[in-house]
């Protein structure tokens, strides 16, 4: 019986999120690693939670300057600032083997979530 339900799992369509991280070129192989990276990198729900929803809900300001909702394709929060990470590691994790990953993965999220508290409070 559980394998018949894991069998029915294994024929779902892939989650919509899938276009949106293949789009950054993101390998099929390294999606479950972004899927579950929320919840082995913190243990704080609403950081996991903010992080599943950049995965699956959020547009970033690119994606909405296309669609002409907003003036330019930047951050509004992040000015003349060089980042060495790449806009997929930012925005989806980082999911490399390296030794520090889930504290990276850590910090990452809890940047993003504060810039999207400041944005909510009009804060700059």
Same mark, same amino acid.
């Given at each position: 019986?559980?394998?018949?339900?894991?069998?029915?799992?294994?024929?779902? $369509?892939?989650?919509? /999120?899938?276009?949106?991280?293949?789009?950054?070129?993101?390998?099929? =192989?390294? @999606?479950?690693? !972004?899927?579950?990276?929320?919840?082995?990198?913190?243990?704080?729900?609403?950081?996991?939670?903010?992080?599943?929803?950049?995965?699956?809900?959020?547009?970033?300001?690119?994606?909405?300057?296309?669609?002409?909702?907003?003036?330019? $394709?930047?951050?509004? /929060?992040?000015?003349?600032?060089s980042l060495?990470?790449?806009?997929? =590691?930012? @925005?989806?994790? !980082?999911?490399?083997?390296?030794?520090?990953?889930?504290?990276?993965?850590?910090?990452?999220?809890?940047?993003?979530?504060?810039?999207?508290?400041?944005?909510l409070n009009?804060?700059?």
């Amino acid at each position: 019986m559980l394998y018949n339900r894991l069998l029915a799992l294994e024929n779902l $369509p892939p989650p919509t /999120s899938e276009k949106k991280l293949l789009s950054y070129c993101i390998a099929k =192989e390294n @999606l479950n690693k !972004i899927y579950l990276l929320p919840f082995t990198a913190t243990k704080e729900v609403k950081l996991a939670m903010f992080q599943y929803k950049i995965t699956h809900i959020f547009a970033t300001n690119s994606i909405l300057y296309k669609m002409k909702k907003v003036a330019s $394709p930047s951050c509004p /929060s992040v000015c003349n600032a060089s980042l060495i990470l790449s806009e997929p =590691e930012i @925005l989806f994790g !980082i999911t490399c083997s390296c030794t520090h990953r889930l504290t990276l993965n850590h910090l990452i999220m809890l940047g993003k979530y504060s810039l999207y508290i400041n944005a909510l409070n009009n804060n700059i």
